[in-house]
T-cell receptor, first 116, second 114 residues
Framework: DTEVTQTPKHLVMGMTNKKSLKCEQH?????MYWYKQKAKKPPELMFV???????INESVPSRFSPECPNSSLLNLHLHALQPEDSALYLC???????????????FGPGTRLLVL | AQSVSQHNHHVILSEAASLELGCNYS??????LFWYVQYPGQHLQLLLK??????LVKGIKGFEAEFIKSKFSFNLRKPSVQWSDTAEYFC????????????FGTGTRLTVIP
């Protein structure tokens, strides 16, 4: 099973709202990722958690706040977003520490976010 | 930092035509290579991957890719495309030293005409 689930599928929010995106995997993976994908563009890495610790933050604005409550869950808390933050937010997971660095990232279906 | 180039932005083919999508990367070390596909309205799915060994790798749905180290290339091929192959194709690379950072190319949109 290579399934990563994300909720909600769609989200519309105002610039003053606070909302959260949720990602879950039960593959025993210990690395989880948030990506942002604009239309017709490749995914851009935002955050990486490895063993529930934040290991990469790609200079993402503080209005995006990641959280990894346990090895299966990854949240992205959103506050005071801008219309240009509208995008598809993808979660992925992989299994770090596999011999030879052979990690494959598996992606969830994404949350399509619209900021009004 | 690594970069990944996909020179074909949009490819249009008729059904049964052969497909080759180019992917070149810039990194001198040992890399892992991937092709992902994103069907309209769907999420990224892994087509195939190369870690080591035989440079010709076979993936799902009849796709294959060849790693040519001297050319820093990992081109995707399919002998005969179908209408259902219409999708966006992304090449991606990461280095085996870790940092979990997957670098994506800009993507190639494939349109297959029935």
């Amino acid at each position: 099973d290579t399934e990563v689930t994300q909720t909600p599928k769609h989200l519309v929010m105002g610039m003053t709202n606070k909302k959260s995106l949720k990602c879950e995997q039960h593959m025993g993976h210990r690395a989880m990722y948030w990506y942002k994908q604009k239309a017709k563009k490749p995914p851009e890495l935002m955050f990486v958690y490895s063993y529930e610790k934040l290991s990469i933050n790609e200079s993402v604005p503080s209005r995006f706040s990641p959280e990894c409550p346990n090895s299966s869950l990854l949240n992205l808390h959103l506050h005071a977003l801008q219309p240009e933050d509208s995008a598809l937010y993808l979660c992925a997971s992989s299994s770090p520490g596999v011999a030879g660095g052979r990690e494959t990232q598996y992606f969830g279906p994404g949350t399509r976010l619209l900021v009004l | 930092a690594q970069s990944v180039s996909q020179h074909n932005h949009h490819v249009i083919l008729s059904e049964a035509a052969s497909l080759e999508l180019g992917c070149n990367y810039s990194y001198g070390g040992t890399v892992n290579l991937f092709w992902y596909v994103q069907y309209p309205g769907q999420h990224l799915q892994l087509l195939l991957k190369y870690f080591s060994g035989d440079p010709l790798v076979k993936g799902i749905k009849g796709f294959e890719a060849e790693f040519i180290k001297s050319k820093f290339s990992f081109n995707l091929r399919k002998p005969s495309v179908q209408w259902s192959d219409t999708a966006e194709y992304f090449c991606a690379v990461n280095d085996i030293t870790g940092a979990n950072n997957l670098f994506f190319g800009t993507g190639t949109r494939l349109t297959v005409i029935p």
